[in-house]
């Protein structure tokens, strides 16, 4: 689950920035892509280490 909520969000940031740089459809979807990527590779690292904190 936090690694779906950090692809969200990281979805939802990178459209935003794309949107502000008056970037057209592709760019915000290139954006969003790009933005969920990279947060869900933050969002696998954390969960890993709460994982293993718990154990």
């Known amino acids: 689950m936090i690694i779906i909520g950090f692809a969200l969000v990281g979805a939802v940031l990178g459209g935003m920035t794309a949107k ?7 760019d915000i979807a290139q ?3 790009g ?5 869900a ?7 890993l280490i709460l994982h293993r904190m718990a154990l």
Do not use: S
Not at 35 to 39: C, R
Not at 41 to 47: K, P, Q, S, W
């Open 31 to 33: 954006y969003a892509a």
């Open 41 to 47: 590779l933050v969002g696998v690292v954390a969960t």
């Open 20 to 26: 502000k740089r008056n970037g057209t459809g592709a």
């Open 35 to 39: 933005y969920g990527i990279a947060f």
